[in-house]
Nanobody
């Protein structure tokens, strides 16, 4: 079975930093693109960042310049480092992995709350 487990969320003050982690199991990690999505209350789901197995990354304009997405293919791990956090970053962050249109898997999410 495929499982994606997010961790690293929590409460942080504006201007602070967090590193979100996604641990994947049950799939061939390097065959998949990993993405981080977020959903804020009353807001549409947003793709925050994505990374292929070679480390090519793209970021949403809202987080560009203050986010770093990295992958550790040997450990089947993905990390999203977010700095200079803003209250509007408050959301549930989801790890997603997809392979073309064949497979698409989601984690259960981790809550990020940015105060002030």
């Amino acid at each position: 079975q495929v499982q994606l487990v997010e961790s690293g969320g929590g409460l942080v003050q504006a201007g602070g930093s967090l590193r979100l982690s996604c641990a994947a199991s049950g799939l061939t990690f390097t065959n998949y693109v990993m993405g981080w999505y977020r959903r804020a209350p009353g807001k549409q789901r947003e793709l925050v960042a994505k990374s292929d197995s070679d480390g090519r990354t793209t970021y949403a304009d809202s987080v560009k310049g203050r986010s770093t997405f990295s992958r550790d293919n040997a450990r089947n791990m993905g990390y999203l480092r977010m700095s200079s956090l803003k209250p509007e970053d408050t959301a549930v962050y989801f790890c997603n992995m997809w392979r073309d249109a064949i497979d698409n898997y989601w984690g259960q999410g981790t809550q990020v709350t940015v105060s002030s």
